[in-house]
């Protein structure tokens, strides 16, 4: 029985804070955090108005990508910190509320991208009831010189400033994250900002996420009209899927499942069986040969085949268009008209920010370009013909709502994977990534490995390949390293202790080599220095194949071990280094423990992840199982700098 809207009660002063965005991918994340504390609020361009603003109880400012002192930087109105409201700045914010008041922002020789210590001052309010240090998330180039008149410096990483305040007029600055998991006592600090410096009672609760969901379906859907649905047979679109056939009927919900060709092993077969099973209808298209073979126009070129390109945009572009040329033509073939039919998709919304989509915010900086917010699907949403019932949702939520719809845990606790599918885990190049300076780089990681002691027992090098990953709240395409064992075994006799000193430098080295995005450790034979040589690779059904075995090993070690809940996502990737074995890849594999999905860390074997599973894994793919597997890589890399998937 569907429960009523919940009511919230109205108060003479609304308790509701502002969140300024001045381009941070965290925004959003800074909004659930503040909803989880039962506060309201609301996701602001920077630019707001001071009268805008006049209604909220108090301001925060979210990080960005931008310097304050440079071109670029967002706008601000100077009005706002007239208001008299309290505010909180967090990494671009504080150095906004530094910069605004007088004191100096400086771009300084170290930055930090990762987890790091810091030492706080207990007395200062956002930190009451906390440890004087605390482990937090810093993703910053630029750094505070010298505090204003009135400001107080309570927080510091070694010797740079990362916390500002000035208590008499509510006037807060932290250059680290709070609002991520990563930051162990952020949520102490946002509630001590919350309820200790702005008085707020928490009295904002939002109940029957499910009923406020099937609402929005009506009123945008109307009476009549049909709705197409995508569904990959991941968590997302399973959930929209059960959602529109709950808010609609069976009659007016057309679930389509496309097989692009990059499917896990065997997967189309258990998506038709788990969707089947809660009653919803699918049509099965097998469009492997037209996803091959398709091509789009980026920019104003044609682009493709598919299983030719290397771009990592361009095959996101040409996979978005396809499935929407595909959808058009399922919809011919069924004979529905398209002014007919909606589209709609779970899109959540990290995806949303991801994307910098303007349903977010204007400023959000470009990580990545999702398959389902393409050109086309924003000029179709322009249209209103899209439709995304989950895009206030994060992950837990939409688990959460899941399981309120009825469906099987397996199907909600099923890992997520990209609507792209393997097609972006698998990276393709034509030649070795080989920009001027690698040996400079090359140089700094072996000074490094020489500082934290472990010359004795491991190497670096630097591989001809790049990945994406997230530095400074913007995107980067970087080096990827290797570090492997000199010991004979290749790293299949390593500790727990060891992998948890891997574990530690690999947060250390893109904090110092700022070319560096992901870390990886290289099972087999020491290398050494700058490698070279990888294997051509493209999107080919027989590259495919190698991956969709690998991702099957690494799976079925999971489920063995019981971690399918344990590690929120673990994407296996195959990418074009051969180590010598012509034609041969390498696999590695990305273990990512996280909550929010926005940030995290990997999983470290002998901790989180038990070593007899990690070493099935890794014997089994170097076997002859799997043709043409050259090494095995465990990735170490935390988000960020590291994003989940490699591109």
């Given at each position: 029985?569907s429960?009523?809207?919940?009511?919230i009660a109205?108060?003479?002063?609304?308790?509701?804070v502002?969140?300024?965005?001045?381009?941070?991918?965290?925004?959003?994340?800074?909004d659930?955090?503040?909803r989880?504390?039962?506060?309201?609020?609301?996701l602001?361009p920077?630019?707001?108005?001071p009268e805008?603003l006049?209604?909220?109880?108090?301001?925060?400012i979210?990080?960005?990508p931008?310097?304050?002192?440079?071109?670029?930087?967002?706008k601000?109105?100077?009005?706002?910190?007239?208001?008299?409201?309290p505010v909180?700045?967090?990494c671009?914010g504080?150095?906004l509320?530094?910069?605004?008041?007088g004191?100096t922002?400086?771009k300084?020789?170290?930055?930090?991208?990762g987890?790091?210590?810091?030492?706080?001052?207990?007395?200062?309010?956002?930190?009451?009831?906390?440890?004087d240090?605390?482990?937090v998330?810093?993703?910053?180039?630029?750094?505070?010189?010298?505090?204003?008149?009135?400001?107080a410096?309570?927080?510091?990483?070694?010797?740079?400033?990362?916390?500002?305040?000035?208590?008499?007029?509510?006037?807060?600055?932290?250059?680290?994250?709070?609002?991520?998991?990563l930051?162990?006592?952020?949520?102490a600090?946002?509630?001590?900002f919350?309820?200790?410096v702005?008085?707020?009672?928490?009295s904002f609760?939002?109940i029957n996420r499910e009923?406020?969901?099937i609402?929005?379906i009506?009123d945008?859907?109307?009476?009549?009209?049909?709705?197409?649905?995508l569904?990959?047979g991941?968590?997302?679109?399973?959930?929209?899927?059960a959602l529109?056939h709950?808010?609609?009927?069976p009659?007016?919900?057309?679930?389509?499942h496309?097989?692009?060709g990059f499917m896990?092993?065997d997967?189309?077969?258990?998506?038709?069986?788990?969707?089947?099973?809660?009653g919803?209808?699918v049509?099965?298209?097998?469009?492997?040969?037209d996803f091959?073979?398709?091509?789009t126009?980026?920019?104003?070129?044609?682009e493709?085949?598919?299983?030719?390109m290397v771009s990592p945009?361009?095959?996101?572009?040409?996979?978005g268009?396809?499935?929407?040329?595909?959808?058009?033509?399922m919809?011919d073939s069924?004979?529905?008209h398209?002014?007919?039919?909606?589209?709609?998709?779970?899109?959540?919304?990290?995806?949303?920010i991801?994307?910098?989509?303007?349903?977010?915010?204007g400023?959000?900086?470009?990580i990545?370009?999702?398959h389902n917010?393409?050109q086309?699907v924003?000029?179709?949403?322009d249209?209103?013909?899209?439709i995304e019932?989950?895009?206030?949702?994060?992950?837990?939520e939409?688990?959460?709502?899941?399981t309120e719809?009825?469906?099987?845990?397996?199907?909600?606790w099923?890992?997520?994977?990209?609507?792209?599918?393997?097609a972006?885990r698998?990276?393709?190049?034509?030649?070795?990534?080989?920009?001027?300076?690698?040996?400079?780089?090359?140089?700094?990681?072996?000074a490094?490995?020489?500082?934290?002691?472990?010359?004795?027992?491991f190497s670096?090098?630097?591989?001809p390949?790049?990945t994406?990953?997230?530095?400074?709240?913007?995107?980067?395409?970087?080096?990827l390293?290797?570090?492997?064992?000199k010991?004979h075994?290749g790293g299949?006799?390593?500790?727990?202790?060891?992998w948890?000193?891997?574990?530690?430098?690999?947060?250390?080295?893109?904090?110092?080599?700022?070319s560096?995005n992901?870390?990886?450790?290289?099972?087999?034979?020491?290398?050494q220095g700058?490698?070279?040589?990888?294997?051509?690779?493209?999107?080919?059904?027989?590259a495919?194949?190698k991956?969709q075995?690998?991702?099957d090993?690494?799976?079925?070690?999971?489920r063995k071990?019981?971690?399918?809940?344990?590690l929120?996502?673990?994407?296996?990737?195959?990418f074009?280094?051969?180590f010598?074995?012509p034609?041969?890849?390498?696999?590695?594999?990305?273990?990512f423990?996280?909550?929010?999905?926005m940030?995290?860390?990997p999983a470290?074997?002998?901790t989180?992840?038990?070593?007899e599973?990690l070493?099935?894994?890794v014997?089994r793919?170097?076997?002859s199982?799997v043709?043409?597997?050259?090494?095995?890589?465990y990735?170490?890399?935390?988000?960020?700098?590291g994003?989940?998937?490699?591109e």
């Amino acid at each position: 029985m569907s429960q009523k809207p919940t009511k919230i009660a109205k108060t003479d002063t609304v308790e509701k804070v502002a969140i300024l965005d001045a381009g941070a991918q965290y925004g959003k994340v800074i909004d659930r955090r503040v909803r989880e504390l039962n506060v309201d609020c609301e996701l602001l361009p920077l630019d707001a108005k001071p009268e805008e603003l006049t209604k909220f109880r108090a301001l925060i400012i979210s990080g960005g990508p931008q310097s304050v002192y440079g071109k670029g930087a967002p706008k601000y109105d100077p009005g706002i910190f007239a208001l008299g409201k309290p505010v909180l700045g967090v990494c671009y914010g504080m150095q906004l509320l530094n910069y605004h008041f007088g004191g100096t922002v400086e771009k300084k020789p170290k930055r930090e991208d990762g987890q790091f210590p810091v030492k706080l001052d207990v007395a200062c309010p956002l930190f009451q009831g906390i440890s004087d240090e605390s482990e937090v998330l810093l993703t910053h180039g630029d750094s505070v010189t010298a505090v204003p008149e009135g400001f107080a410096e309570v927080a510091h990483s070694g010797d740079l400033v990362v916390g500002i305040a000035d208590a008499s007029r509510g006037l807060y600055g932290v250059q680290f994250h709070p609002e991520v998991d990563l930051s162990t006592d952020g949520r102490a600090m946002l509630k001590n900002f919350l309820f200790g410096v702005c008085k707020l009672s928490g009295s904002f609760t939002v109940i029957n996420r499910e009923h406020i969901a099937i609402k929005e379906i009506h009123d945008t859907v109307g009476p009549t009209k049909k709705v197409l649905v995508l569904v990959s047979g991941g968590v997302d679109s399973s959930v929209c899927a059960a959602l529109l056939h709950k808010a609609l009927g069976p009659e007016r919900v057309i679930a389509l499942h496309v097989d692009h060709g990059f499917m896990r092993l065997d997967e189309s077969k258990k998506v038709m069986r788990a969707l089947e099973a809660i009653g919803v209808k699918v049509h099965h298209l097998d469009a492997t040969v037209d996803f091959a073979q398709a091509y789009t126009e980026v920019n104003g070129k044609k682009e493709g085949p598919l299983d030719e390109m290397v771009s990592p945009e361009i095959k996101r572009k040409i996979i978005g268009d396809t499935f929407m040329r595909v959808t058009q033509k399922m919809c011919d073939s069924l004979g529905i008209h398209a002014d007919d039919v909606f589209l709609a998709q779970g899109t959540l919304r990290p995806d949303l920010i991801e994307s910098a989509s303007k349903m977010v915010s204007g400023n959000a900086e470009c990580i990545k370009t999702h398959h389902n917010d393409t050109q086309l699907v924003r000029d179709l949403r322009d249209l209103g013909r899209i439709i995304e019932p989950l895009k206030d949702y994060h992950k837990d939520e939409v688990r959460a709502l899941g399981t309120e719809l009825g469906l099987s845990e397996e199907l909600v606790w099923r890992q997520p994977f990209p609507g792209p599918g393997l097609a972006i885990r698998l990276l393709c190049t034509s030649e070795p990534y080989a920009p001027a300076g690698r040996e400079v780089v090359q140089a700094e990681l072996d000074a490094l490995c020489e500082v934290a002691g472990l010359a004795k027992d491991f190497s670096c090098c630097l591989l001809p390949v790049r990945t994406v990953g997230v530095q400074g709240d913007g995107r980067s395409y970087a080096h990827l390293v290797g570090i492997s064992a000199k010991a004979h075994d290749g790293g299949l006799a390593l500790t727990a202790a060891d992998w948890k000193r891997l574990a530690d430098f690999a947060k250390v080295i893109p904090g110092r080599a700022h070319s560096v995005n992901r870390v990886v450790f290289l099972f087999g034979k020491e290398v050494q220095g700058l490698v070279n040589d990888v294997t051509p690779t493209t999107l080919k059904q027989e590259a495919v194949k190698k991956l969709q075995h690998a991702d099957d090993i690494v799976t079925q070690s999971l489920r063995k071990h019981d971690l399918m809940r344990k590690l929120a996502q673990v994407p296996v990737v195959l990418f074009p280094c051969p180590f010598g074995i012509p034609g041969a890849h390498s696999i590695g594999i990305r273990t990512f423990i996280t909550n929010d999905f926005m940030t995290g860390t990997p999983a470290t074997p002998g901790t989180h992840l038990p070593l007899e599973a990690l070493l099935e894994m890794v014997k089994r793919l170097q076997s002859s199982e799997v043709k043409g597997i050259a090494r095995v890589a465990y990735d170490l890399t935390p988000k960020p700098p590291g994003t989940t998937e490699w591109e």
